[in-house]
Each structure stands twice: as structure tokens, then as C-alpha cells.
């Protein structure tokens, strides 16, 4: 079945650094554009970061700076690299991603990233 997996979140002290991922699965499941979207409790649910097909990338100005938006189409998988976390950057983190061949949309589970001060 097509479906986005997402890895790499987890509880970090401030100042620390995680890795997310976001891989396509599925037969024909290829990556298009990817967005990175996180959600806080009670908040709503905010784009982080954003990738074309082509590799232009957009940061909200809360994370610029901090994080990194990178894709590795070899593996169907694009990444966010968070360095230097701080509290604030708590909440569950989405990848949105389309196909490439019919444009549908697909959400991942999501995966809870933790800063702790």
C-alpha cells in the first residue's frame, strides 16, 4: 500500500540535534513535494519546511537557520535535520508528500519530538 514512514524523533535536551525521515512505500510511490509540518498541543498544525521536486526549499522563520530540508531520490526518503532544538520546537512532526506520477497527497503517522530544557 502507499504510505509515508517517518522515523527519527525522540526526547532530546536543548541544544541537541534529531534527524527525521520521511520515505515513500509503495509500488510507483515516488517523492514530489515535500513539506514537513509540526503540531504542539492545543496548536495548529504549522509548515516547518518545504522541498520541490527540484530541491528549492522554504523554512518558517521560527526553525531558519536550525533546520535543514534535504531529499535523497535515489532512496525516496527527504529528511530534516534539526540542530540546536530548544524547547519551543516540541510537538508532533508530519512529512506531506505527493506522487509524483498522480499528484495524490499522503500524510505520515507522525513521530514526537521532545525537547527538554
Known amino acids: 500500500q502507499v504510505q509515508l514512514v517517518e522515523s527519527g524523533g525522540g526526547l532530546v535536551q536543548a541544544g541537541g540535534s534529531l534527524r527525521l525521515s520521511c520515505t515513500a512505500s509503495?509500488?510507483?510511490?515516488?517523492?514530489?513535494?515535500v513539506g514537513w509540518y509540526r503540531q504542539a498541543p492545543g496548536k495548529q498544525r504549522d509548515l516547518v519546511a518545504h522541498?520541490?521536486?527540484?530541491?528549492?526549499?522554504t523554512y518558517a522563520d521560527s526553525v531558519k537557520g536550525r533546520f535543514t530540508i534535504s531529499r535523497d531520490n535515489a532512496r525516496n526518503t527527504v529528511s530534516l535535520q534539526m540542530n540546536n532544538l530548544k524547547p519551543e520546537d516540541t510537538a508532533v512532526y508530519y512529512c506531506?508528500?505527493?506522487?509524483?506520477?498522480?499528484?495524490?497527497?499522503?500524510w505520515g503517522q507522525g513521530t514526537q519530538v521532545t525537547v527538554s530544557s
Open positions: 506531506n508528500a505527493n506522487d509524483y506520477g498522480t499528484y495524490s497527497y499522503y
Open positions: 509503495g509500488a510507483n510511490f515516488r517523492l514530489n513535494t
Open positions: 522541498i520541490t521536486s527540484s530541491g528549492t526549499t
